[in-house]
T-cell receptor, first 115, second 111 residues
Framework: DAGVIQSPRHEVTEMGQEVTLRCKPI?????LFWYRQTMMRGLELLIY????????DSGMPEDRFSAKMPNASFSTLKIQPSEPRDSAVYFC?????????????FGEGSRLTVL | GQQVMQIPQYQHVQEGEDFTTYCNSS?????IQWYKQRPGGHPVFLIQ?????EVKKQKRLTFQFGEAKKNSSLHITATQTTDVGTYFC???????????FGTGTLLAVQP
């Protein structure tokens, strides 16, 4: 199994530019999560989907952030326009609900730097 | 909203010493999970605790879930340099199905 795949692994962009982060969950997993990690705020849950439907987006910082999951094998997190304070590592994670452990499988992360 | 705090934030030990991190939730949890994140890596699942007062062991690691299901601890016996990393607890609670991560404890082990 390839695991959760995220792209890009690193992105450096300028303030005001649009950023799109991509995630391919593990095949068969029906829940997908987007987390953001910074030194100051730790691991924050931004949004999660069950069966491609957004369930809770209360962690999305503001309207500049949006996430979609058009099908079971793909999700995007978009920031438009980006700001320096968005610099962080963005993790995507997936899991199969109903299993005994419900563990999350994380991707390698996308490190975003906004100048 | 639900908050999960961990102490200490950072611990530096000599190899062979024991280490403990504590996790406290502002709300009662249905279960708690523990993850380890190596420097530059991503969180990796270690274990899940579900029952009140539950204790589980994995080699040198001992995990405990409090009786009130609001706190948990991870104890490492005789640390090794391979134990270096940040340990996170993550609580599942409330009406939603979302996993809220604790603030993490960074463990440094000096050989």
């Amino acid at each position: 199994d390839a695991g959760v795949i995220q792209s890009p692994r690193h992105e450096v962009t300028e303030m005001g530019q649009e950023v799109t982060l991509r995630c391919k969950p593990i095949s068969g997993h029906n829940s997908l999560f987007w987390y953001r990690q910074t030194m100051m705020r730790g691991l924050e849950l931004l949004i999660y989907f069950n069966n491609n439907v957004p369930i809770d987006d209360s962690g999305m910082p503001e309207d500049r952030f949006s996430a979609k999951m058009p099908n079971a094998s793909f999700s995007t997190l978009k920031i438009q326009p980006s700001e320096p304070r968005d610099s962080a590592v963005y993790f995507c994670a997936s899991r199969q609900t109903g299993t005994s452990t419900g563990e999350l499988f994380f991707g390698e992360g996308s490190r975003l730097t906004v100048l | 909203g639900q908050q999960v705090m961990q102490i200490p934030q950072y611990q530096h030990v000599q190899e062979g010493e024991d280490f403990t991190t504590y996790c406290n939730s502002s709300t009662t949890l249905s279960n708690i999970q523990w993850y380890k994140q190596r420097p530059g890596g991503h969180p990796v699942f270690l274990i899940q605790l579900v029952k009140s007062g539950e204790v589980k062991k994995q080699k040198r690691l001992t995990f405990q879930f409090g009786e009130a299901k609001k706190n948990s601890s991870l104890h490492i016996t005789a640390t090794q340099t391979t134990d270096v990393g940040t340990y996170f607890c993550a609580g599942l609670g409330g009406a939603t199905n979302k996993l809220i991560f604790g603030t993490g404890t960074l463990l440094a082990v000096q050989p």
